[in-house]
């Protein structure tokens, strides 16, 4: 079956003081109807301009090189703004990460709330609205669905009479009421107390579940990460370095960032890893082959040299390394130094 | 008797109200509070936002007046000295705050920075302070030569975070408070800052205060845990007791719903439960046990009593009206508490 979306080789570069920063370099990505997929990295590998790229909403010094994004068989980086008009914040929304800057504070969550509802189907914003019977109607439907206790009064408030876990699910309300097919939710619940995180996790799991939604989650945190999602793309450095079926990654990993990614978690077993050597590679002048290599403990002759590309090494688990080769060219042996001409941390 | 003492503190900010700054009412930050840090130790303060532990962690370093309360460090009350007697103490403790990037003054290079807690204690002459820099900057591994004459904005969030624990050593402390000291940072710079602190820790014999939500990393690196509550100490133990068997409702909430990362852990964690609802604001706490309306082994009586912090077992306190026999008005049969929580489960 063809999937909801898919994002083929997208490059994207940014003009930025020091020189051109190639931010996206080559990044797959595939969501089926229903699915759930989690995108896991750490600051800066360039998961938000990926979720960006899709909703048309990079800032103006971005670039695309390369690439498309396919979604419901239409090439979203080709449409004319008109059009992606009618899929923005309706059929592909967007939850957006801190629940206390995304809403305007000078527009009661009902006049925010009605803005979204009256934008669908209409080509311009309308003048003069009314809140009409079957709009409001509409309101407090979803503003129920989100379990938010008080619609009627919270539909007269400001943002800032609002608490942070309300705040989050009025953002939901807002992404969830053009009764979109695709929801791209960017670090959804990190900015709240855990107890409440929880609450909103396992509500939008249901929402999710439920309304038949596929969703796209951008989290550095890999437990909600687990949590929640089907299946996993783990990003470095502006490329995909793993992808896998969740309850398989966290069991086992391929790549040896998402081995340190998952080795520096803190452990309630009591165990906590040393952390991966180095930082994150520089945008303007990245490594020449594989993006990781400087920071890698296997790091071999030909990680300078070629670029490993993303390939099927086990079924269903896809890995961009040298240390393993596609399925059926038999496996390649972790050999080379270990890293002795390690750098210091972060000292680059 | 432990380096560091809190007994009874109260922290209570006034809430005014129109030209004259009537006082109408006060918002409850701290509520009560005994702790007790034995040198050498880690302590850790866990809690949802607003529940009170940075306004308690700058009570014990008088950064904040107490409402009322004593805090004693190193065996010197140091709620009531006055600013000169207390400047020798201040040089004993210190503070390594959340965010490296606010904390840090972005027009001073490194160097001053490190040195600025030196000049304002007058240690040391200019060659001798010049020294000590280098020798602070390579406690917390960062090369020297490198790093001294640059700017905050030209280092990287662990980076940068190593500067503020340098600042942070600088007056050889015996105690230092650590609000969330990697909550700003990515978990695999966040597992180098930790091994540095727990080295640095055993190096110089350091006590530690942590501040966290995060109660994995909390489990890696405290000794003892108290979890807060609306101002209130809710339950305190040995961090393998806290999470092996927590007895407090609301801590085997939070504990069950920590997202974890493998199925050893998963084992480890209670039965979901769900808290309904949102801690409520500190300025309006709720009457009785403050936990009450989100409390899900909530029994008569909850509404009214407020239970008292009560031994559980070794070490180990919990404030539920469930365990605080004399809470409960007796006269009833002692109640097989056991059995109760075997029920809910």
Redesign the interface.
């Known amino acids: 079956m063809e999937p909801l979306l898919t994002i083929q080789d997208l490059g994207i570069h940014m003009r930025t003081y020091e020189g051109r920063a190639r931010v996206l370099n080559g990044v797959r990505l595939t969501i089926h109807e229903g699915e759930t997929v989690a995108l896991v990295g750490?600051?800066g590998c360039g998961k938000s301009i990926t979720a960006k790229a899709i909703l048309g909403l990079l800032p103006p010094n971005a670039e695309i090189v390369s690439g498309s994004i396919v979604f419901k068989g239409r090439d979203l980086l080709r449409l004319p703004e008109e059009d992606l008009h009618g899929i923005r914040g309706r059929q592909i929304a967007m939850i957006f990460q801190d629940p206390s800057t995304a809403l305007n504070p000078v527009f009661t969550v009902g006049e925010q709330l009605t803005d979204v509802v009256l934008w669908q189907g209409a080509r311009r914003a309308t003048i003069g609205r009314r809140v009409t019977g079957a709009v409001r109607r509409r309101c407090m439907e979803i503003l129920r669905l989100v379990r938010i206790p008080d619609p009627e009064g919270t539909f007269g408030r400001y943002p800032v009479e609002l608490?942070?876990?309300?705040r989050q699910r009025v953002l939901i309300a807002l992404a969830l009421v053009g009764r979109p097919e695709l929801l791209i939710a960017d670090e959804l619940g990190t900015a709240l107390?855990?107890?409440?995180?929880?609450?909103i996790l396992?509500e939008v799991r249901e929402l999710v579940r439920t309304g038949g939604l596929s969703v796209l989650y951008i989290t550095?945190?890999?437990?909600?990460a687990?949590?929640v999602s089907d299946r996993i793309y783990v990003m470095y450095g502006g490329e995909i370095a793993e992808v896998a079926p969740a309850a398989e990654v966290?069991?086992r990993q391929l790549h040896p960032y998402s081995q340190?990614?998952?080795?520096?978690?803190?452990?309630?077993?009591?165990?906590?890893?040393?952390?991966?050597e180095g930082?994150i590679p520089d945008y303007v002048n990245p490594p020449p082959a594989c993006r990781f290599e400087p920071r890698c403990p296997f790091r071999m002759e030909i990680c300078r040299l070629r670029r490993p590309l993303l390939v099927e090494a086990e079924p269903d688990r896809w890995v961009a390394c040298h240390l393993h080769a596609a399925r059926g060219d038999g496996p390649r042996v972790a050999s080379g130094s270990r890293g002795e001409s390690g750098s210091?941390?972060?000292?680059g | 008797m432990g380096l560091v003492e809190a007994e009874g503190v109260v922290k209570y900010f006034p809430i005014t109200q129109g030209f004259l700054r009537r006082r109408v009412g006060e918002v409850k930050a701290v509520d009560g509070v005994n702790l007790s840090i034995k040198e050498g130790a880690t302590l850790a303060l866990v809690g949802e936002s607003g529940s009170g532990k940075t306004t308690l962690a700058r009570v014990i370093l008088r950064l904040l007046p107490a409402t009322s309360g004593r805090v004693t460090f190193d065996g010197c009350e140091i709620t009531t000295l006055d600013d000169g007697a207390l400047r020798p103490v201040r040089q004993k403790m210190q503070i390594v705050f959340q965010n490296p990037a606010s904390s840090l003054n972005p027009r001073r290079r490194i160097n001053e920075i490190i040195e600025e807690p030196l000049l304002i204690h007058r240690v040391g002459t200019p060659g001798e302070r010049r020294r000590q820099v280098g020798e602070l900057l390579e406690r917390v591994e960062l090369p020297s030569h490198d790093f001294m004459f640059r700017y905050p904005h030209a280092l990287s969030g662990g980076q940068r975070q190593r500067v503020a624990i340098a600042r942070a050593l600088a007056l050889s402390p015996k105690f230092i408070v650590l609000d969330e000291p990697t909550s700003a940072l990515d978990v695999s710079v966040q597992a180098k800052i930790i091994t540095l602190l727990r080295r640095l820790q055993r190096d110089m014999g350091l006590t530690y205060l942590v501040i966290s939500h995060d109660l994995s990393l909390v489990r890696n690196v405290a000794d003892v845990i108290a979890v807060m509550y609306l101002g209130k100490v809710v339950e305190t133990a040995p961090v393998a007791t806290l999470f092996g068997a927590p007895r407090h409702p609301y801590t085997r909430a939070l504990l069950s719903t920590i997202p974890t990362v493998s199925d050893e852990e998963s084992a480890l964690i209670p039965e979901k439960i769900t808290l309904g609802g949102e801690i409520p604001s500190p300025a309006s706490v709720p009457p009785g046990c403050s936990f009450h309306p989100r409390c899900y082994a909530r029994i008569e009586g909850c509404d009214r009593v407020t239970p008292e912090l009560v031994p559980v077992g070794s070490d180990h306190h919990a404030r539920c009206i469930l365990y605080d026999r004399a809470a409960i008005n007796t006269g009833e049969e002692e109640r097989p508490w056991s059995s109760h929580w075997a029920l809910r489960r």
Request: no cysteine.
């Open positions: 750490e600051t608490s942070g876990g309300m107390d855990v107890s409440v995180q929880d609450q396992l550095h945190n890999l437990g909600v687990r949590l966290f069991r340190g990614l998952l080795a520096a978690v803190p452990r309630l077993t009591g165990t906590m890893g040393e952390g991966i930082r210091r941390e972060e000292s």
